[in-house]
């Protein structure tokens, strides 16, 4: 079938002229948005070709077209993409950051967490997905933590000591010690990289630090409510039917 980025939720075509740079219609918010609901809607990347065809209103062909409540979500997905973008716009500018590369800079910080993960978990013999999990659920609230600015320095680590070992006993009862260990060792590898990508930026480290925390915030609320929108839209679903 025939897939146009109205399907994805963008009804506003980019380049009526056809004469803006392929370049630059990639590094656009709208580019990244809907290359995002391309891949939850079809399960696949879409290439640089399909994405600057897809921006200029033109149609891509794919192997199957999506179900109805398919297409929500992906303009669902399309949508939220878009408030992040203006999220992290906001963030950056109320910190005095370049958007660009504030946003690359995020972007390598999340590569780094993931590339961590399976580095430290190894180190402790860690099962990763269990390791994944459990990090992620503490780093979100760790996230929290932070941005409550009512706690003091001494409160704030009070917190996040209880809270490492509670998530330890969560996920790795037999073997809370080593998950101690490795947590906070992700915790400091985590930290070092990111110092070194704000200064690769030419970016403040401070700023930057507080910049991928409410970042951060912003990915968590996302990912929860598309989570929500996925599991709503199954149960709709008749037997059989998936979300294409």
């Known amino acids: 079938g025939e897939l146009t980025a109205a399907d994805l939720g963008l009804t506003e075509n980019l380049d009526p002229s056809g004469l803006t740079p392929d370049r630059e219609l990639l590094g656009t918010s709208e580019a990244r948005a809907v290359r995002a609901s391309f891949a939850a809607m079809t399960g696949q990347e879409p ?72 580095k430290v978990g190894d180190m402790y013999d860690l099962d990763e997905d269990q ?53 906070a060792l992700h915790d400091t590898a985590v930290a070092d990289g990111k110092r070194q990508v704000a200064l690769a930026y030419g970016m403040d480290v401070e700023k930057f630090m507080d910049g991928q925390r409410q970042a951060d915030d912003v990915e968590d609320k996302m990912m929860r409510t598309w989570a929500s929108a996925i599991e709503g839209s199954e149960k709709k679903l008749d037997p059989g039917e998936q979300v294409q």
Do not use: C, H
């Not at 994405?51 to 149609?59: P, V």
């Not at 179900?67 to 992290?88: F, G, H, P, S």
């Open 47 to 118: 290439s640089d070709a399909e994405l600057i065809a897809l921006l200029r209103g033109d149609s891509v062909s794919v192997q199957s077209m999506p179900t109805l409540e398919a297409r929500k979500i992906a303009a669902d997905i399309t949508a939220q993409n878009m408030e992040r973008v203006a999220k992290y716009d906001s963030i950056a500018a109320s910190l005095g950051l370049d958007r660009e590369k504030f946003t690359k800079a995020v972007d390598d910080s999340d590569r780094l967490w993931n590339t961590q993960i399976g």
């Open 131 to 183: 390791f994944l999990m459990a990090k992620y659920e503490m780093d979100a609230a760790v996230t929290l933590i932070m941005l409550d600015q009512s706690l003091s320095v001494s409160e704030r680590q009070a917190r996040i000591d209880a809270l490492r070992l509670e998530t330890g006993e969560k996920y790795f009862p037999l073997s809370t010690p080593d998950w101690m260990a490795a947590s």
